[in-house]
Nanobody
């Protein structure tokens, strides 16, 4: 499975962005997809995840502000990010996992100015 993210950019605190992740390849083998982020000097961390049954998980830091969704017809995963804060600044990565594999996108940068 190949993943390509888009939608990052530079915004001011309080504004919104929507990230997209288009998947191609063996789409049917995907069990779950998610968004992770990595800020400079920090480890990569899970932001949100959506399972094949639509169940979702959100990290505490973004709960209530971010929404993960997917459009199966477009093979695309989204992350709607509202009320952005400077601490949300990071490289955001899309990931997909199957039974015995995982795949990552190249990342898209999100920068939130105060």
């Amino acid at each position: 499975v190949q993943l390509v993210e888009s939608g990052g950019g530079l915004v001011q605190a309080g504004e919104s962005l929507r990230l997209s992740c288009e998947a191609s390849g063996s789409i049917g083998s995907i069990n779950a997809m998610g968004w992770h982020r990595q800020a400079p000097g920090k480890e990569r961390a899970l932001v949100a995840r959506i399972g094949s049954n639509g169940s979702t998980y959100y990290a505490h830091a973004i709960k209530g502000r971010f929404t993960i969704s997917r459009d199966n017809a477009k093979n695309t995963l989204y992350l709607q990010m509202n009320s952005l804060k400077p601490e949300d600044t990071a490289m955001y990565f899309c990931a997909a996992v199957g039974v015995d594999w995982e795949s990552w996108g190249q990342g898209t940068q999100v920068t939130v100015s105060s």
